[in-house]
């Protein structure tokens, strides 16, 4: 059995509602996600979203892989631009500009075929200078056909509330699914959060400085921090929530088991 077998057998053993099968960077494995997303479904029957990153992809590509998807009998897909490869020369003729244009190609091509997800920013796109203009090119996306969105990872719950009410206020009434990413490795999340644009709250920061260079406490430590941020979201009527694994299943594992009562509970 593969890794990534495995890693596949270990989540979906979680019972989650959905298994969210990514691109590599710069979409490097692409051409799996619709093989490993029909795997769950068949071998788990475990619903899979197959993410679908235009940049790396030309229009008669996405096409191509539309149809691979639908054969495949795979029904959610999130749309996304995907960052931009510093070799690229973009935006090209081949090539939608914005996640919106794809959406709408999507369904103007499926109809209702699909359920389509979109990425969304508590705390702006990184490209975009003024968070209000992200939250009008977030309603050109759902206008386009988008049925949810995911958001990027938040550190702070309220960032996120705050959102939500922004979002609101324009009008956008899709379900938003709230993306937690537990933390195991502090280095690594400064470089993503540089990358991403995304904050880290003092708290957050004294627990990084502070384990650092202990990967033991590290890890326990991030695990207790998701564990809350998702007892919080959960407490306060959130209940659309999407769990980053990082194809770590034992993170994961580890989450779920602190939440279970309260889990149960939701399901009673």
């Keep these: 059995m593969s890794r990534m077998d ?25 051409k799996r996600t619709v093989e490993i997303a029909s795997k769950i479904q068949d071998t788990y029957g475990i619903p899979a979203m197959a993410h679908l990153t235009c940049v790396s992809s030309t229009k008669e590509e996405v096409v191509t892989m539309l149809d ?37 190609d999507i369904r103007s091509q499926k109809g209702d075929r699909f359920c389509i997800g979109g990425a969304c920013y508590p705390e702006g796109h990184v490209e975009c200078e003024h968070k209000e203009d992200d939250i009008d ?11 949810f969105l995911t958001t990027q990872m938040f550190f702070d719950n309220n960032v996120f509330y705050n959102f939500l009410y922004r979002i609101m206020a324009k009008g956008i009434q899709v379900p938003v699914v709230a993306g937690v990413m537990p933390v195991t490795n502090s280095r690594q999340i400064k470089r993503s959060c540089e990358l991403s644009g995304t904050t880290l709250p003092p708290r957050f920061k004294a627990i990084a400085d502070t384990f650092s260079d202990k990967p033991l406490a590290m890890k326990q430590a991030g695990i207790a921090y998701a564990t809350e941020q998702i007892i919080d979201l959960l407490s306060n009527g959130v209940n659309h929530i999407h769990l980053y694994t990082m194809n770590n299943p034992e993170i994961a594992a580890k989450i779920m088991d602190n939440l279970s009562g309260i889990l149960r509970d939701e399901e009673a």
């Design 6 to 30: 495995e890693i596949i057998r270990d989540i979906a053993a979680l019972h989650p509602d959905f298994i969210s099968v990514t691109y590599g960077a710069g979409g490097s494995t692409s």
């Design 68 to 104: 691979r998807i639908e054969e495949n009998h795979i029904e959610n897909i999130l749309a996304l631009r995907g960052d931009i490869p510093q070799d690229m020369d973009f935006p090209s003729p081949q090539h939608y500009r914005y996640a919106c244009e794809l959406i709408q």
């Design 137 to 147: 090119y977030l309603k050109q996306k759902v206008e386009s056909g988008c049925d």
